[in-house]
């Protein structure tokens, strides 16, 4: 059953850019009381303008304090939280072998830990509302690729936690859903084919949905759908649906011969590409808060984790 958004306090992270923002802008559209995280300031002040004076709050979620100031500060503006969209997420670069470890890890903080630690600090108050947690996952949650590793790991541990975490709150009337987008046009999915050529190339040769690249709108429609009717699962496009169901093919020996034989040539290419790029993450990914007294940019501190 869809359920009206007017009133319900609709609190995202990753807010600042990308499918958070973009969610963000539908959910208020629907009458929602936006609350807006992220780590872009200037970024965020802008688009609660745009929506009439939203709530915002700086936050890592990868810092507990952090989280419970942000979600304490919704709480104290609105009374409540109805649903959480745990959006904030990066991708970093380079292998396993020759890629900045700090930059990996950084990628399973944020996207796994990051999720655990948000879930932990809104989840009081969503059961006090009976409220939903859409955690964003990826259709690389069952869907490997080379040169992905923290990405795809991250994105396959929080799926289960969502999983899971359905399983420990339904009794308390909390609904929780997954939502598994393939490549969404984002600063996230632009700046990775600028920086790698051979990612470009990888997607090219991928069949769809894999390939294929869908609108950040299409995407945050999904989502604010999924918050109005309370999904389980959330496919986007639809069409990885097929993906999920055939996982298992994707995870055979079969498949990752197919996959093993192109990324002969395609990882050491990648690699020599990313030791070029001397940087661990995209341009426009923000993977910390600000340093005091420093004045934050597109790309603020991602520089941080280069080689």
């Given amino acids: 059953m869809q359920q009206s958004l007017t009133g319900q306090v609709v609190l995202i992270t990753g807010a600042a ?5 973009h969610t963000a802008r539908l959910a208020a559209a629907r009458g929602a009381k936006v609350v807006l995280v992220g780590l872009e300031p200037d970024r965020l002040a802008a688009l609660a303008a745009e929506l009439g004076g939203a709530a915002w709050f700086l936050c890592d979620v990868t810092d507990q304090a952090s989280l419970t100031a942000a979600v304490d500060g ?11 969209v745990a959006n904030a ?6 292998t396993v072998a020759t ?4 930059a990996l890890v950084r990628t399973v903080e944020v996207n796994l830990i990051g999720v655990l630690r948000t879930a932990a600090a809104v989840m009081p108050h969503l059961i006090a509302s009976r409220g939903y947690l859409l955690i964003v996952a990826s259709a690389a949650s069952f869907a490997a690729l080379p040169g992905m590793v923290p990405y795809c790991a991250s994105k396959a541990g929080v799926e289960h936690l969502g999983n899971a975490l359905r399983l420990e709150v339904a009794h308390h009337g909390v609904r929780v859903g997954t939502a598994h987008p393939s490549w969404i046009d984002t600063d996230l999915v632009r700046d990775a084919q600028d920086d790698m050529p051979t990612f470009r190339e990888t997607l090219r040769k991928l069949p769809p949905p894999l390939g294929s690249t869908t609108s950040v709108q299409r995407c945050a429609e999904a989502f604010v759908d999924a918050v109005q009717r309370r999904r389980r699962k959330v496919f986007v496009p639809r069409s990885v649906a097929v993906v999920y169901w055939l996982r298992t093919f994707f995870g055979s020996r079969l498949a990752e011969r197919v996959v093993e034989r192109q990324a002969r040539t395609s990882v050491p290419a990648m690699e020599e590409q990313v030791r070029t790029l001397r940087r661990g993450f995209g341009a426009h990914t923000a993977v910390g808060l600000p340093v005091p007294g420093e004045a934050p940019s597109p790309g603020f501190i991602a520089d941080r984790y280069h080689r």
């Fill in 89 to 94: 997420g990066v991708a970093s670069r380079g």
């Fill in 17 to 21: 850019r990308g499918i958070g923002e």
């Fill in 99 to 102: 890629g900045d470890v700090e």
């Fill in 74 to 84: 919704a709480v104290a503006a609105h009374g409540r939280i109805d649903a959480v």
